[in-house]
């Protein structure tokens, strides 16, 4: 982290698809003022633009204007880090291909990085978080959908067109796999995700007859929080989602592992929360599936990222990195 | 590549379960000098090295000297380039750790970098052959295993302990997968290898009553040779067997796409040189189960290194680098 007394912040901006979070950030990971805005409410990318630099301002300016802040960092969907562009992003507004990057650092005169919130997640993680002083780890985000950013010799893994870290679109069930958002069959995240969950609750109350606190929900509403309630309250059914669901994902990690063999996977994001349902059965699967060479090596990780203030803080600690 | 002309060569030195092959190559990727001798010979490390020495100095000192040496690099199976040891290498002879690096170092007076065969066929191809140029991608070798080299950024995909890059052992086959010679089941390398090629021509041929060319071997002597000769002839078991070798080797490239998003895949090996048989199949898969963001962008190449050369010039590649 290159930072100095002359400019001792950072801006971090999170888009997501119902709220856009920014806030300034100092070097040691405070969110020393934040706001948002609603990211749906503005049809033209240039409005939307507009009206965060216009609630951003302040924030700025009460924190001793824009001479003090390093660079924006700026995590979402699709978000390209080479081009500065949100290429056909399925869940925002605006269609085609959006030059936010340009677009911000015209209007605030700072330079601007973009990536997706997976990689802002990891860098985060390795600015402030669990990851700290690593070279070497991957983040897995276990959000709506899963996602993920790599980090290899202490840099982020972007790829050759700089959409690399897609590890939520493995396949992890070749034969009769769970249809994916992405139009394929048995990727992690059709498994691993919230939705993922929810959809295994209906699949498994379904196939049994056993009761199950869960059976007090209609079918359609079980959200995965529904399943952790139901767990910490020793539902079997509920117990047996996550031990499916933790399973896949373990299974999933130990070939990651073979990849690029990782100090440690950091899991964020709702899911990962779920403390001991979730991890006690990735831990196993992980184990019995890893190669050899890797067992015992690789440290699975609860984020450190404070909840609230995490988004911002990932996007902000690609801010520090700016040229 | 940082050569000069005070010190116009790197020394190869590839160790294999059979043969120790060795060579002085210059920059531009010809190699000046070699020679070899068997690896399986020698019970000692000591005396192993020793003896490698006794037949490389001469071919050194022919070529001007030690001084003319920029520096050693050896591919051998559980290379460690952290450590520069030979880790309990199952195919070689000595056991437990053995401190190649270090050992050579002594002897010769000139820097030892060591990594696995897979790793120095990367940086081979990185630097004399079909990857130059390239920041971002997989070098794929189809022996009697599977390996695989992991270039990203420009750099060679170490891990946190040495060992990344053990793609031959992603599980491809979670339902009934073949038994791997890791202990585990389903991996790549038990159906994509030359061994896995051989497997599945018995198995095709056990499990139908078709006419083929294979049917005139004895099924525990078929080859993977001995599969390509009769494709060649339209052999259709055969040509069956490649196409199920070929799709689940694109199934796994997809996924690695998934990863490291590569601008290339390279495959090299025995196998790889089976052309269109392997070549077509290993596409189509690949262009069916690659992620949508990925699609077209990622070339599958075969490898440009002579074979006869290929793994000398590998080590010597890691040779250039050392410091």
Redesign the interface.
């Known amino acids: 982290m290159d930072t100095n007394m002359e400019k001792p912040y950072a801006v971090g901006i999170d888009i997501g698809g119902t709220n856009t979070v920014f806030g300034i950030v100092d070097a040691r990971g405070t969110v020393v003022a934040s706001n948002s805005i609603k990211t749906g409410a503005y049809e033209k990318a240039d409005d939307y633009v507009d009206e965060v630099c216009k609630h951003l301002l302040p924030l700025i300016l009460e924190n001793g204007g824009v001479e003090k802040i390093k660079g924006i960092g700026i995590g979402a969907p699709n978000a390209n880090y080479y081009t500065g562009n949100i290429e056909f992003a399925a869940n925002l507004p605006w269609k085609g291909i959006i030059p936010l990057a340009s677009m911000f650092e015209e209007r605030l005169g700072i330079p601007v990085a973009v990536t997706n919130d997976a990689n802002a997640a990891a860098i985060g993680e390795m600015t402030y978080g669990a990851a700290r002083g ?3 780890f991957i983040m897995i985000t276990l959000g709506t959908g899963v996602g993920s950013g ?1 980090v ?2 202490g ?1 982020l ?11 939520g ?7 009769n796999g769970r249809l994916c958002g ?3 069959k048995g990727c992690l995240e059709a498994y691993c995700s919230a939705t993922g969950v929810a959809r295994s609750a209906r699949e498994f109350l379904a196939a049994s007859t056993e009761p199950s606190l869960l059976r007090a929900i209609p079918a359609e509403e079980i959200t995965s929080k529904d399943v952790y309630d139901a767990a910490v309250k020793g539902d079997k059914i509920a117990i047996d989602i996550f031990n499916f669901t933790g399973t896949i994902l373990g ?1 999933a990690l ?3 592992i ?6 440690a996977i950091v899991l964020f994001g709702g899911l990962a929360k779920s403390g001991k349902f979730i991890f006690d059965p990735i831990q196993k699967a992980l184990d019995e ?1 890893v ?4 067992k015992g ?2 440290k699975l990780l609860m984020s450190e990222l404070k909840d609230a203030d995490a988004a911002v803080l990932g996007a902000s600690a690609l801010g520090w990195e700016v040229k």
């Open positions: 690593m070279k070497d790599i290899i010799n840099q893994v972007y790829g050759h067109d700089g959409f690399a870290g897609e590890l679109h493995v396949i992890m069930r070749r034969e992405c139009g394929r299974e130990a070939d990651f073979s990849f690029s063999s990782p100090e599936n190669l050899a060479v890797f090596k690789t």
